[in-house]
């Protein structure tokens, strides 16, 4: 029998995706079912580096978890840090000073831009296009430069503090992130030139990866791929946490459901966190940024809490039970790109591999952060 | 407005629990009673004696949450049709080991993103024998999260499709985040 | 069978765009830069592995030997020893271990120091196939530098 007349059958073969593979960026494998070309199941198979955060928490004290915090996502590192402060100070009831709050939402957005930017560059590159990822390496290292001088890191930050921050910031780092988005302003039109006018990323994109709405729900995926569904919902505008409400900023929302729509929500996203970062710099206050009196150990009363933040790949948020103690009883982290995966088995069915890859692309896999 | 909907339904949920099964919560509360009175922490007993109400609206600047309900074990999926049905995501299901209490709870967290309120239903079960029924009929996006409850806590979630572990190791037996366990 | 056409004469046109502005960063310099030839200067702020400060009118360390480093750190990493010399009230530093290969560089040690004895090194070029070489013993460090 010759090798055509095998294929006419209607079987299916298994091919694994991963867990070594530039495509899913880190260790995260994908159990597919092929018939041909088609894919008929795609079961991602997690915990190739999982961690277990969760008991971690469990056995050091309240401070001690959060250098943790930013081992999750490493791209949007502050972010969780962010979660994590939020969390415990409502917890504790610690008040935070405005300042450090307008510092965190400045270097929280900053964290943002390069995490869109390093998505940008390997998304594009998933897709076969090189050139683009480079060019974003190139803003993305002023920004990771930018963020050093205060965090004294670069990537896997630790830089909020119960109530305040590791240390205050600076005229440098003012000036230097006013040159910088002055600078990816510039940058913009050229990336929208090269990458998003482009004929071949557009035929890789438009009406790619359908995820409706109503399957969003379901699974409970949040951020970019809930708005490029079309449905308005960020943390930042609906729960409004630290000093977002005082900043004017939009929501970008786009209905087509597609890996574009989720593309565009992310490139708008990025001039969205340049504009809430000019507005934080120009209002930015004078004063402390620690309150007067931070208890030296931090015992919440009983009870459970929850805080919710905005990260870079949909809302983080954390579940703490506190017995009263120095410790943490339980702590749940809910992170995005869990749930936001969670949908891939149901989307990608019935899909080209290729088109596949492309949508893996679009969700921006953390694979840290799914399985913690 | 789906909040004060939702409110009212879990409320007539809580309420027709408590009326089907009066003998039972009668028996529980004795139970409890019982070894608290012989406790010597006086202000613990007193605080465990009477159990939070079933239904509470909480402070959502304090907790985070808008509405904490309790329901009874084979309650939750009911309670997760309710809240599907007014357009609620679900955003996580997770666990906690009341080792003192004898006790795991599983706590599911709910948010509707159209007129924004989070719901967070509880629901007790026997540390010996926990077991409940699983919602992922109503969420698909349940599934990764029970299996995940399931390796840490080692819950069965009776009906789940597929409770082979997600993120541990394909072959554990083990479940790290109860409070006795000691790698 | 117009709109063919037009796209095909746009999607073109897209794809010239791209590669103008390619063509453009060919021109322009080299933002990277050439790693073991040059070197980067390390930020004031940037958090190496930790060291011992110099008491600048004794000439040793600052510690104190209270162990709030040993205590505040999550990975356990630091080992403190200390002892009364005779007729001393204070205690005299003896041991400073810093087992790298835990270390998360998190700075909650530095943080917890009342008397300033620790500081961030600047040191970033660690390399090394043996594990022994990241059990620092910071004291003989501070000794070395002196």
Known sequence: ?372 | ?183 | MSGYFKELISGTYSLAVGLGITIKYFTQPVVTMQYPMEHVKMTPRYRGHIELVRDEETGASKCIVCGMCQKSCPSGCITVAGKKPEGSKKKVLTTYRLDFTKCSLCGLCVESCKPGALDFSKDYNLASPRKEDYIFDLLKRLEEKS
């Not at chain 1, 277990?52 to 930013?70: C, I």
């Open chain 2, 1 to 183: 407005m789906s909040l004060a909907k939702v409110r009212e339904a879990l409320a007539a949920l809580v309420a027709a629990s408590q009326e089907e099964l009066p003998p039972e919560e009668a028996i529980e509360s004795v139970t409890e009673e019982t070894p608290e009175a012989a406790a010597p922490e006086g202000e613990q007993a007193e605080e465990a004696a009477a159990p939070p109400p079933p239904l509470v609206d909480t402070n959502h600047a304090k907790k985070g949450f808008h509405l904490d309900v309790t329901v009874a074990p084979d309650q939750v999926v009911q309670a997760a049709e309710i809240l599907d049905g007014e357009k609620y995501t679900i955003e996580a299901v997770t666990g906690v080991d009341w080792i003192k209490e004898e006790q795991m709870e599983v706590v599911y967290d709910y948010c509707d993103t159209a007129d924004f309120s989070r719901v967070v239903i509880r629901a007790r079960i026997p540390r010996a024998t926990p077991e409940l029924p699983t919602i992922s009929r109503v969420f698909p996006g349940a599934d990764w999260h029970e299996r995940e409850t399931h390796d840490f806590f080692g819950i069965t979630f009776v009906g789940h499709p597929d409770l082979s572990p997600l993120l541990l190791p394909e072959d554990a037996d083990y479940h790290p985040l109860l409070k006795d366990f000691t790698a």
């Open chain 1, 1 to 372: 029998m010759s090798v055509f007349a095998e294929s006419q059958t209607q079987e299916t073969f298994v091919v694994n995706l991963g867990p070594q593979h530039p495509a899913t960026h880190g260790v995260l494998r994908v159990k597919l079912t092929m018939d041909g070309e088609y894919i008929d199941r795609a079961e991602p198979i997690l915990g190739y580096i999982h961690r277990m955060h969760e008991k971690n928490a469990e056995v050091g004290t309240w401070a001690q978890f959060m250098p943790n915090t930013g081992r999750m996502d490493y791209l949007h590192a502050l972010a969780y840090n962010f979660g994590y402060s939020i969390a415990v100070e409502r917890a504790a009831g610690i008040e935070v000073p405005e300042r450090a709050e307008y510092i965190r939402v400045i270097t929280c957005e900053l964290n943002r831009i390069s995490s869109h930017l390093l998505w940008f560059g390997a998304f594009v590159l998933d897709l076969g296009g090189f050139t683009p990822l480079l060019y974003a390496f190139d803003d993305r290292e002023q920004l990771l430069d930018l963020l050093e001088t205060v965090t004294g890191s670069r990537l896997t930050y630790c830089y909020y503090r119960f109530g305040g921050l590791y240390n205050d910031i600076d005229e440098n780092f003012v000036d230097g992130s006013r040159a910088f988005i002055k600078r990816l302003r510039s940058r913009m039109p050229m990336y929208h030139n090269l990458v998003t006018k482009n004929i071949i990323l557009m035929k890789r994109l438009i009406d790619i990866g359908p995820i409706s709405a109503e399957m969003c729900r379901k699974y409970g995926a949040t951020g970019p791929v809930l708005r490029g569904s079309g449905i308005n919902f960020d943390v930042r505008k609906n729960e409004p946490y630290s000093v977002y409400p005082e900043l004017d900023f939009d929501v970008p929302v786009y209905s087509e459901c597609d890996c574009m729509a989720r593309y565009m929500v992310r490139m708008d996203e990025i001039d969205q966190s340049m504009r809430i970062i000019e507005q934080a710099l120009d209002k930015l206050p004078d004063g402390p940024i620690k309150p007067e009196k931070v208890p030296k150990l931090i015992k919440p009363p009983k009870g459970d809490y929850y805080a919710a933040v905005e990260a870079a790949r949909g809302t983080f948020s954390i579940r703490l039970v506190s017995d009263g103690t120095n410790k943490p009883y339980r702590l749940k982290l809910r992170s995005p790109t869990f749930s936001n995966l969670s949908l891939y088995e149901e989307a990608s069915k019935g899909m080209l591999l290729a088109d596949a890859l492309a949508l893996m692309g679009s969700l921006d896999l953390v694979i840290p952060e799914i399985d913690r």
